[in-house]
């Protein structure tokens, strides 16, 4: 069996589930690695990577690569996507493509003339309690969605130097669930009326970010959705959703260390949610690259397109502006 090759740039928190990820799939051979840091480079090493080097460049000039995993800082992620998409190289990248729409239309016209795939880590559509969640209101379980309620918060906040790159409350982190509102029910959102405050760590304020919000869409046919963010929650990562409609309700839990409860005298005590995205996701990262594969091996259709990062940089621009100007923003608005 010809294997297919990878290479993938950036060996932090996300480029390293990757790796492990792809290198335990029979059709891949991950032959080469991207980082700055040493260490990063020797730890690829050590897994058996041909190629282990610090630049991008050198790893996509390397000629053997038929597809790369970008998993580099959010301000490179479009450069390296069409520095990919010009050598003719499949891209799965991180969410999200740019912080500045114009660069991210740009870069996808580039990968269109290119031909080549491209897939974008929105992992939570992978993850088993949402794709059930999906799955039933698309088999109209639930009857006509009217409302969808997502809540979305992480136990701590990443540091200020990440805060102050990554875009933020609304491009960094809101991204997946402006992307999980369109994908749960089908429907696509055309306004966003955002507020938004800094209860957590005044060092986010003065980094010009918030870390609590609560955002309203209104989809197409005027069924809404709400979404509620924080950067801390005390008790671990809360990943919720609720679809409510004309026949029914349905509801995702978080998912647990275990599912134990004890009930005694004085109340009832269970364990706490998974900590953070690498414990809760572990499943849908793997499934997002198995179907990033499939995609090139079968050419079965992109799950996530470029589009689909189009489309959720523009709510999350929407939900900015809502902030500023204190009014709903209409998609439209966000050219
Ligand atoms: N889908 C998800 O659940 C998810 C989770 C976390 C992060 N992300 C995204 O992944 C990206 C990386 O986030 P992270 O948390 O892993 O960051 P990180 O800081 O842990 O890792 C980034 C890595 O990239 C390396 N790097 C920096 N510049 C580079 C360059 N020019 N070429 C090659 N490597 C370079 C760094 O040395 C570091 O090892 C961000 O865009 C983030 O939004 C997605």
Redesign the pocket.
């Known amino acids: 069996m010809t294997k297919i090759k990878f290479g993938i740039?950036?060996?932090?928190?996300?480029?390293?589930?990757h790796l492990d990820n792809l290198l335990r799939m029979d059709e891949v051979e991950v032959v080469a690695v991207?980082?700055?840091?040493a260490t990063?480079l020797e730890m690829a090493r050590k897994k058996g990577i041909e190629l282990v080097t610090?630049?991008?460049e050198t790893m996509i000039n390397s000629k053997t690569l038929d597809a790369v995993v970008?998993?580099?800082?959010?301000d490179?992620?479009a450069n390296?996507v069409e520095i990919a998409a010009k050598a003719g190289i499949h891209v799965f990248c991180?969410?999200?493509l740019d912080l500045n729409l114009n660069r991210v239309v740009e870069v996808l016209s580039i990968v269109k003339a290119s031909g080549v795939k491209l897939m974008l880590?929105?992992?939570?559509r992978f993850d088993k309690e949402f794709v059930k969640i999906r799955d039933l209101v698309e088999g109209g379980e639930v009857g006509v969605p009217h409302l969808v309620k997502i809540t979305s918060r992480d136990p701590g906040a990443?540091p200020i130097s990440?805060i102050k790159k990554?875009?933020g409350l609304f491009l960094?982190m809101s991204i997946?669930d402006f992307d999980m509102a369109r994908y749960i029910v089908g429907k696509e959102v055309i306004e966003v009326y955002a507020k938004g405050a800094v209860l957590v760590d005044e060092k986010i304020g003065e980094a010009g970010d918030i870390d609590t919000a609560i955002v309203i869409l209104t989809y197409e046919d005027q069924s809404m959705a709400v979404i509620d963010n924080s950067r801390e929650a005390k008790y671990g990562y809360d990943q919720r959703i609720e679809v409510f409609g004309s026949k029914g309700m349905v509801q995702s839990n978080n998912n647990f260390h275990d599912s134990h409860r004890l009930y005694t005298a004085t109340g009832v005590e269970a364990s706490l949610p998974l900590h953070f995205?690498?414990e809760r996701?572990a499943e849908?990262?793997k499934n997002e690259l198995l179907n990033f594969l499939g995609c090139l091996i079968n050419g079965d259709s992109l799950p996530v397109n470029g589009q689909d990062g189009l489309i959720s940089l523009k709510i999350g621009l929407a939900a900015l502006k809502s902030i500023k100007e204190e009014r709903p923003v209409r998609i439209e608005e966000i050219q």
Do not use: M, Q, V
């Not at 991207?34 to 840091?37: K, L, M, S, Y």
């Not at 880590?121 to 939570?124: L, Q």
């Open positions: 740039a950036g060996l932090g928190r996300i480029g390293k589930i991207a980082d700055p840091i990063e610090p630049s991008y970008i998993c580099t800082p959010t490179s992620h390296y991180e969410k999200p880590g929105f992992n939570r990443p990440y990554s875009g960094d997946h995205f690498l996701y849908a990262y």
